[in-house]
């Protein structure tokens, strides 16, 4: 258990539809980071938050939004949901906002298929 | 946007042998990162390579980081089938808010 909790574990869904992807950071952690990993892309970072405020964002799309609450644990909601949204999604989190040579934490990831 | 390409993308060797994975970039990142990750879970930190030309061993592992910091090695003795796995190398980018960037990845098989 590496102290990331994220649920659910895998997320069945037709096109179209929206889901929420949810994550609890390790304890003591301000950051969370939200990567989607599919084959052909590999680890792709997707929107980091820290304390509650959005730090950096990567190749996310418009469909997609997240938020981190105030008492840290963060949401990714993806909308309007494509075949090709199907991929893992990992969430990370660190202690620190302004990246860390200690490394981040992942959790175990939510598979998205959408059929 | 930097980029890290890692080198093999696959590699299947047998038991006792040794092998090296590569990670370039044309950039410079403030530190370098190594992972392993197994089927079904997330990433997890082999080590974190800081100076230009540092050098880590974890037991049979070695990482090497470039001395112009753009480039790094993982270097396995005596591989063994626990060893099987994807190992990603994730270069720190500073300039916006400090997120990981990742290569594609080595899978790596270990046959008895």
């Known amino acids: 258990d590496s102290g990331v909790t994220q649920t659910p574990k895998h997320l069945i869904t037709a096109t179209g539809q929206r889901v929420t992807l949810r994550c609890s950071p390790r304890s003591g952690d301000l950051s969370v980071y939200w990567y989607q990993q599919s084959l052909d892309q590999g680890l792709q970072f997707l929107i980091q938050y820290y304390n509650g405020e959005e730090r950096a964002k990567g190749n996310i799309l418009e469909r997609f939004s997240a938020q981190q609450f105030p008492d840290l644990h963060s949401e990714l909601n993806l909308s309007s949901l494509e075949l090709g949204d199907s991929a893992l999604y990992f969430c990370?989190?660190?202690?620190w906002g302004q990246g860390t040579d200690y490394g981040y934490t992942f959790g175990s990831g939510t598979r998205l298929t959408v059929v | 946007t930097q980029l890290l390409e890692q080198s093999p993308q696959f590699l299947s060797i047998q038991e006792g042998e040794n092998l090296t994975v590569y990670c370039n970039s044309s950039s410079v990142f403030s530190s370098l990162q190594w992972y392993r990750q197994e089927p079904g879970e997330g990433p997890v930190l082999l080590v974190t390579v800081v100076t230009g030309g540092e050098v880590k061993k974890l037991k049979r592992l070695t990482f090497q980081f470039g001395d112009a910091r753009k480039d790094s090695s993982l270097h396995i003795t005596a591989a063994q089938p626990g060893d099987t796995g994807l190992y990603l190398c994730a270069g720190l980018d500073l300039s916006q808010g400090g997120k990981l960037i990742f290569g594609q990845g080595t899978e790596l098989s270990v046959k008895p």
């Open positions: 990370a989190s660190s202690e």
